[in-house]
């Protein structure tokens, strides 16, 4: 998937790159925690799930790290991934993005609420 995929960047990339702030994750891990960020809101098929972090990998906005030491017995074939520091950068932005978005609406009486 070419770069240009991503601007605007997708909520399900998004949101994997949310999920990847705090720890490397494996894609289970991601989709659990995708669903337990957005409160069940998002919940990300494995089509999805994994089209986007192909994504995120050929934009290098994520990685696999090297866990070749530190796999448990029965965790071998799992892969793991993690926020790069241009992914970290992009999800940053696209806060800001989202952030001024909602400014607009409460500027304009659309949005009241208590998240901005």
Excluded: W
């Excluded at 994997?16 to 998002?42: C, F, K, N, P, W």
């Excluded at 970290?88 to 993005?97: I, N």
Aim: charged share 30%; glycine share 8%.
């Amino acid at each position: 998937m070419p770069k240009q995929k991503l601007n605007p960047l997708p909520s399900a990339a998004f949101q994997i790159l949310l999920s990847l702030a705090d720890e490397d994750l494996h894609g289970y891990g991601i989709m659990r925690q995708v669903a337990e960020q957005t409160s069940g809101r998002m919940r990300l098929g494995p089509g999805t799930l994994y089209s986007s972090i192909q994504a995120l990998l050929e934009a290098a906005f994520i990685e696999e790290p090297d866990r070749g030491e530190d796999e448990e017995p029965g965790q071998e074939r799992r892969r793991y991934y993690r926020l790069t520091s241009a992914g970290r950068k992009l999800a940053r932005a696209e806060a800001e993005r989202l952030a001024d978005f909602l400014r607009v609406a409460r500027a304009k009486k659309i949005f009241r609420g208590e998240y901005v």
